[in-house]
Nanobody
């Protein structure tokens, strides 16, 4: 099985940047990021196919967030720029052995989550 270890969350002000990282212990076909704000459903943020490196982004983060990977280290990153208070959420690393995870149904493994809080 795959184990996912996340890091990089924290408390920042609006307009600041953060970089999240997620290291996977086993090989996967694709990885991505989801987030869940208080009282809301878990939603897709970004994903990347493992072999080709094709990226996908939610409309809400396009132009601000960038997903990338270090293939040899089984590690995925999420660079978050121009953060807004509405970005406040627990961010979850996700991995799939079936497809690039753009919905929760496409996720096979979840990380424990890292909290990102953006103050106004």
């Amino acid at each position: 099985q795959v184990q996912l270890v996340e890091s990089g969350g924290g408390l920042v002000q609006a307009g600041d940047s953060l970089r999240l990282s997620c290291a996977a212990s086993g090989r996967t076909y694709a990885m991505g990021w989801f987030r869940q704000a208080p009282g809301k459903e878990r939603e897709f943020v970004a994903a990347i196919s493992w072999r080709a490196g094709i990226t996908y982004n939610a409309d809400s983060v396009k132009g601000r967030f960038t997903i990338s990977r270090e293939y040899a280290k089984n590690t995925v990153f999420l660079q978050m720029n121009s953060l807004k208070p509405e970005d406040t959420a627990v961010y979850y690393c996700a991995a799939s052995q079936r497809e690039t995870p753009r919905t929760t149904r496409g996720v096979d493994y979840w990380g424990k989550g890292t909290l990102v809080t953006v103050s106004s």
